[in-house]
């Protein structure tokens, strides 16, 4: 029996997340919703869920005595970011069901782990190559061809950790500035959208997903979803299947976000992954207002052994995200009709920053 098949969480037991962002804060409401407590680990004071749970621990992913003390408050454990230290996970997992379980990190962590796992299932990606030092990158460049783009193994997130590559740049001065040690290089890829799915795995492998999101980027950062994406249906057919097959290796259990490119083709666009999120995602936050169960309920109901819901859509929905200043304009956007105003309570607004969102439906 794996540990996911022992948890069957009832209304009053706690769930422990780690980390304390706005997807922990927003996992912690609907957990709240459900009866279900909640005690968020971070090492940052400040972090928005701190101020929406019953209990919190502020202590660093190395403090193996608060690993501990946290593990002995709660009933099972789940994460918001993907980043946790192997070592953190092994320590709570001798404890306490970790879900998803923590070696889908080992996957999703390392970017060239996560392409050579895309590629055995024999799903589409970007084609690539292993870089660890300038001639790596010249030796790839001469594989791959240009334009492409360098991207760190680890810790990348939101455009950070990557440079496009062009015709006439100098390999040496693109390494060094990367600062890193280890990467990948990717061919560009010219898509004509980018979509995601967001889907949640039950520990029975039962697999539902939310329509697949259109999502636009500026600056490397999502500033907004579409629900449902402008695919055909038989497009988001094959990108379902594709997020199920996903799912099932991993032996996943929770809700997990796969990002693709549709890329044009004469025989009409295909897809190619581009990566995988081992959690809840902002590409799938347009489901707290646009659909009846929220991706933030799903993963509660999953890792809590709960039966997933089977979601409908109330219509077509926008996401906006507030990023940096644009949190300052909350007042107007609390004045559109329809609007629905997340704030995340975060302090100052950082360029860049990820402060709050805004969704839209329209009614069918
Ligand atoms: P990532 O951190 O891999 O999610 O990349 C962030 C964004 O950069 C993506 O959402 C795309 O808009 C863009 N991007 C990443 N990889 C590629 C690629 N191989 N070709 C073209 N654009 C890319």
Redesign the pocket.
Known sequence: MTSANRVTLKPGDTIGILGGGQLGRMLALAAARLGLKTQVFSPDPDSPAFDVVQNATCAEYADVEALELFASDVSVISYEFENIPSSTAMILSARRPVLPDPKVLETTQDRLAEKDFVTKLGIAT?RYADVSSAQGLKVAIEKIGLPA?L?TRRF????KG?AVVREGDDPDKVWADLETRSAIL????P?ER?VSVVAARSASGEVVCYDVTE?E?RD?ILKFSHAPARISDELAAQARTIAEKIAAALDYVGVFAV?M?VVPGKDGPSLMV??IAPRVHNSGHWTLDGASVSQFEQHIRAIAGWPLAHPVRHGDVTMTNLIGDDILDYGKWLGVPGATVHIYGKGAPRPGRKMGHVTEVKRR
């Open positions: 970007a783009v991207k990348g997130y939101d455009g990557q990717e061919a560009f890829v898509f980018e999502n980027h490397h990002e490119f581009n990566e």
